[in-house]
Nanobody, 126 residues
Framework: QVQLVESGGGLVQAGGSLRLSCAAS????????MGWFRQAPGKERECVAA????????YYADSVKGRFTISRDNAKNTVYLQMFSLKPEDTAVYFC???????????????????WGQGTQVTVSS
């Protein structure tokens, strides 16, 4: 079992920044591939960023490329999502997800993940 707890969401004006954190416990963090998903009202959940177990490979959705950065700190058992130049369309509940992963693989589909956090709300005002 892996427990994931997100933090860092909030209300920000368009053009602003936020950093989301996801603290993991229950399994060796270095074994885990990580992902950040979001779901806006009336929309399907989408993967915005994913990070391999090695930390060396990343995936970003086209909508966030160049604005979001996913990273991990294995010493703190934490994965981050740094978000810059936020737009109103980034408003959503953001979820952290994890799974055991091959060393260099990233995973982009929700059904590829085994563990989920409770989500944190990000609201971007225009």
């Amino acid at each position: 079992q892996v427990q994931l707890v997100e933090s860092g969401g909030g209300l920000v004006q368009a053009g602003g920044s936020l950093r989301l954190s996801c603290a993991a416990s229950g399994r060796t963090f270095g074994d885990l591939a990580m992902g950040w998903f979001r779901q806006a009202p009336g929309k399907e959940r989408e993967c915005v960023a994913a990070l391999s177990r090695s930390g060396g490979n990343t995936y970003y959705a086209d909508s966030v490329k160049g604005r979001f950065t996913i990273s991990r700190d294995n010493a703190k058992n934490t994965v981050y999502l740094q978000m810059f130049s936020l737009k109103p369309e980034d408003t959503a509940v953001y979820f952290c997800a994890s799974r055991w992963g091959s060393y260099g693989d990233t995973y982009r589909l929700g059904n590829e993940y085994s563990y989920w956090g409770q989500g944190t709300q990000v609201t971007v005002s225009s």
